[in-house]
Structures are given as structure tokens and as C-alpha cells.
């Protein structure tokens, strides 16, 4: 099978961007890339529970759970990037990235917090007259390549940075749209020249998983390929995600201009107990600008979906999402600053016919030492409110979080 989906993807490589014969191409080099950044964290969250006793629970309901709000966290990325190019004028390569990504116990009673895994790994293939053609696993075109109006370029990014890295619990982590919150499904991408300013992309994929293979040794609701199944208000997954986006990109009196309007659709998997999800039918629209260091921008999602880009469960709440996110920094030198926020109101729980709403915002800065190696420093507040719904921790309707940062960073 292998065999033929290679054969298969070169043939559609030849026959749509004009590649010459293996033979004629030059070897391709290899460079290994990567990060390594340590932060300080000082974190402040509701936590616990109180019994009527007032003896205090975690969140699993044993007693005398506290949470101190000092820690150290480290985090790694090493990028293995191969680039060639046919004597033609065709470039092609692949990128395989492996990160440090555990950071929750594996298992109960376990600290360790070091597993690896991949994030993003793929392979293209590009030509200045047709495109590029990428295939693996990676965000698709709305909020991956051609993503706008996302302002993270200070401290760990902001709203988007590594604040939830140190938040307990996932039902404190505010739902927001930032920099390719879709995760790496394994898809098929295609993006264009640009012709007068203008380009366009679109991707494809039909599991919302990534990966080697169907993620399951025997069949069940967890197999990437389960196309029907018994679940809850909550165990639905997106299936045929498609997105497509057209983008400008241009320069007046100084300034540089980039707007991008796009769609993220998709179906769902079905439930046979029960009421179907709907999937998503999202409209994503960024502004950005640029001049005199400073850079400021605006992204607007709207559309059937729940928080997070999650498919929409039919319930009481069936309400669309709306999700602003709006950042500005300036540049002088070495130095950058920064801030972003995200608004964003959804369904919740759709069983719940109050308003989920999610407002997060972040300051930051960070200073580069020398090539490669910054310092970083940031703020970031973010609170989750849904009337009548019970955030997970036995605490009301609303949970809050606040992360300060200071730490080191290493690119290479």
C-alpha cells in the first residue's frame, strides 16, 4: 500500500508541477533546527474544593489538595528540515519537528513530564509558476500558512504562549482561535503564487487525527477512521475538514498591508444513541499592518461551532462562536514589546442555555541577547464564564487564571 501511495503522489507531483526526472535532481542538504526555552512561572488559579465541612478537595475529590504558584517548566523542539532542488527550478523537501510535549501526568502518581512526540512532520513540493503542494501532518491554510491578524511576535506570544502550560486542569484553560488552535490533522495542502498582491491556499483532510496510522490496535470510538458511534454531548470529532482561504498582500506610503478572508468547514461523526453533532461552517477574517517597527492586527472567526473550533453537539444551545483576537508590538532594536487580547462567546455546554464566554489578554516583551538567545518576560489573565454551569472544580460559573512569566529562550 505504501508502494502505491508514493507512486501515486509522484505521479500527481510530475503531472501538476512539471518535475523533471529523479535522476536530474541534486541531492538535498539537511540542517537540524529547533528551540529550548525555561521559564520562571508564578500562577495564580481558583482551585480546590470545599466540602460543607470546609475541608478542601482537588479536583478528584480527595482532601487536601493546594497549589503552590512558584515552578519551573522547560521546553524543547528539534527540527530536522531537508531542502533539494531539480535542475529544473523545482524545490522539494521535508520537515520532520519532534517535541517535549507531556505536560500532565502520564499517569497517576507519575511526575515524569518528558515524553516526546511529533508535532508537525511533512514533506512539499513547490514551483514558483504553480505552487506548493505539502503532504502530512500540519495546520491547514486559515490559521497555518496563510494565517493573519495574529500578533505574537513578544514574550511567549501572549494569549497564544506558554501560560496554559502551567494552568491545572483543563477546564481552567479559556477556549480561544490563535495561531492554528485545529491541531495537525494529517491533511493535503495547496498553496498558490501570488499574482498582483493576491494568493490563495486550500487544505483537505478526512480524520481530525495525525500520524502514523488509524490510532487503534482493535476497533472503537478512539480509531481515527470511526465513523459512527455512541457518544455524549461531548465525543463527537470532525470529519472531511476542508479549508480555503485568499489572501492579499501589498505596501502604500511605507506601510505593508495583508488581509486574508477564509472558511474552515467539516462534517462530524455520527452518533447512533442519539442526537449527531453538526460540524463546523467557520468564517475567518484578519487584518494586519506593519511600519516603523510597530505591527498591529485583528482576526474575526464567526460561524456553527463550538468553543475552540470544537464541532457544535445538538442541545439546548446551539449558538454560533464568536471569536476577536487583536494585538499590537513595536520593535526598537533589540528590544520588542507587546500586548493581545481574545473575546470569545460560544455554546458551552450546549445542555446549558447560558453563553459560554471566554477574555483573555497578555503584555509581554522580550530582549535579544545575541542571535538566538532572548530573555522573555509576561502577564497574561484569562477567566471562563458559563451561567449555570459548574467549571469542573465545584467552584460556580466562572473560573480565573493568572500567569506571569519571566525566562530564556535558545533558536537554532
Request: charged share 20%; glycine share 14%; proline share 1%.
Given at each position: 500500500m505504501r508502494k502505491i501511495l508514493l507512486a501515486t503522489t509522484a505521479v500527481v507531483a510530475t503531472a501538476v508541477l512539471g518535475i523533471a526526472d529523479a535522476s536530474a535532481q541534486q541531492a538535498p542538504t539537511v540542517r537540524v533546527g529547533g528551540y529550548f526555552r525555561f521559564n520562571y512561572a508564578f500562577t495564580d488559579q481558583d482551585q480546590g474544593r470545599t466540602a460543607a465541612s470546609g475541608q478542601t478537595f482537588d479536583a478528584a475529590g480527595r482532601r487536601g489538595a493546594n497549589l503552590g504558584k512558584s515552578d519551573f517548566t522547560s521546553d524543547a523542539e528539534i527540527h530536522v528540515i531537508v531542502e533539494g532542488k531539480a535542475a529544473n527550478g523545482i524545490s522539494y523537501g521535508t520537515t520532520i519537528e519532534v517535541q517535549v510535549d507531556q505536560n500532565r501526568q502520564a499517569t497517576a502518581g507519575t511526575a515524569t513530564k518528558t515524553s516526546m512526540d511529533t508535532d508537525e512532520m511533512y514533506v512539499w513540493v513547490s514551483s514558483p509558476t504553480a505552487g506548493q503542494l505539502r503532504f502530512g501532518d500540519e495546520d491547514g491554510v486559515v490559521l497555518g500558512a496563510m494565517a493573519n491578524g495574529f500578533i505574537t511576535n513578544f514574550g511567549t506570544g501572549g494569549v497564544d504562549g506558554d501560560a496554559w502550560d502551567n494552568v491545572v486542569g483543563g477546564n481552567y484553560r479559556p477556549a480561544y482561535i490563535a495561531g492554528g488552535?485545529?491541531?495537525?490533522?494529517?491533511?493535503?495542502?495547496?498553496?498558490?503564487?501570488?499574482?498582483?498582491?493576491?494568493?490563495?491556499?486550500?487544505?483537505?483532510?478526512?480524520?481530525?487525527?495525525?500520524?502514523?496510522?488509524?490510532?487503534?490496535?482493535?476497533?472503537?470510538?478512539?480509531?481515527?477512521?470511526?465513523?459512527?458511534?455512541?457518544?455524549?454531548?461531548?465525543?463527537?470529532?470532525?470529519?472531511?475538514?476542508?479549508?480555503?482561504?485568499?489572501?492579499?498582500?501589498?505596501?502604500?506610503?511605507?506601510?505593508?498591508?495583508?488581509?486574508?478572508?477564509?472558511y474552515i468547514g467539516s462534517g462530524a461523526t455520527k452518533n447512533t444513541d442519539g442526537a449527531s453533532a453538526d460540524g463546523l461552517a467557520v468564517g475567518v477574517f484578519g487584518l494586519q499592518a506593519t511600519a516603523y517597527g510597530a505591527t498591529v492586527g485583528a482576526n474575526y472567526a464567526i460561524g456553527r461551532s463550538n468553543a475552540g473550533l470544537t464541532v457544535l453537539n445538538q442541545g439546548i444551545d446551539d449558538r454560533n462562536l464568536n471569536n476577536l483576537f487583536v494585538g499590537a508590538s513595536y520593535t526598537m532594536q533589540a528590544l520588542t514589546v507587546g500586548a493581545n487580547a481574545n473575546w470569545q462567546t460560544s455554546a458551552g455546554n450546549v445542555n446549558n442555555p447560558a453563553a459560554r464566554k471566554d477574555q483573555i489578554w497578555s503584555v509581554g516583551a522580550n530582549y535579544a541577547l545575541a542571535p538566538g538567545l532572548a530573555l522573555v518576560a509576561e502577564y497574561t489573565q484569562g477567566t471562563t464564564k458559563e451561567g449555570g454551569q459548574d467549571r469542573g472544580q465545584g467552584i460556580g460559573n466562572k473560573t480565573e487564571v493568572n500567569v506571569f512569566i519571566a525566562g530564556i529562550r535558545m533558536a537554532f
Open positions: 488552535y485545529l491541531n495537525d490533522s494529517t491533511k493535503v495542502i495547496y498553496t498558490s503564487p501570488q499574482f498582483f498582491g493576491f494568493d490563495f491556499g486550500a487544505s483537505f483532510g478526512f480524520n481530525d487525527a495525525e500520524g502514523e496510522d488509524s490510532g487503534c490496535e482493535t476497533f472503537g470510538v478512539n480509531c481515527d477512521r470511526a465513523d459512527s458511534y455512541s457518544y455524549g454531548v461531548a465525543g463527537a470529532r470532525r470529519k472531511n475538514e476542508v479549508q480555503a482561504a485568499l489572501r492579499y498582500r501589498g505596501s502604500f506610503a511605507g506601510v505593508g498591508l495583508a488581509a486574508t478572508a477564509g
